[in-house]
């Protein structure tokens, strides 16, 4: 099986930082995109950012400039860390990945992050 488990997220005030953790396990080879996902109640979930093994990140146009997306390989671990954090960046956020060799995608539980005004 593949778990993700994510840590790190948090109540910050506006203009604060918070950096993301996600670890994935299980019989892995390699891993080939991670990435991280927000959801606020009643919306759909939306990209953050991704990464691909090699290091080629995606961001979406809301964070970039101020999130930064970055993984260990021999970790299987990909990181957010988020500056200058504004409170429509309040969501719960996911990690994703795609493991080389297993079928579909993988999320995590979800962490929730909260940024007052």
């Known amino acids: 099986q593949v778990q993700l488990v994510e840590s790190g997220g948090g109540l910050v005030q506006a203009g604060g930082s918070l950096r993301l953790s996600c670890v994935v396990s299980?019989?892995?080879?390699?891993?080939?995109?991670m990435g991280w996902y927000r959801q606020v109640p009643g919306k759909q979930r939306e990209l953050v950012a991704t990464i691909t093994r090699t290091g080629v990140t995606n961001y979406a146009n809301s964070v970039k400039g101020r999130f930064t997306i970055s993984r260990e390989n021999a970790k299987n671990t990909v990181y957010l860390q988020m500056n200058s954090l504004k409170p429509e960046d309040t969501a719960v956020y996911y990690c994703?990945?795609?493991?080389?060799?297993?079928?579909?995608?993988?999320w995590g539980q979800g962490t929730q992050v909260t940024v007052s005004s």
């Open positions: 299980g019989r892995i080879f390699s891993i080939s995109v």
């Open positions: 994703n990945a795609d493991p080389v060799g297993w079928p579909g995608t993988y």
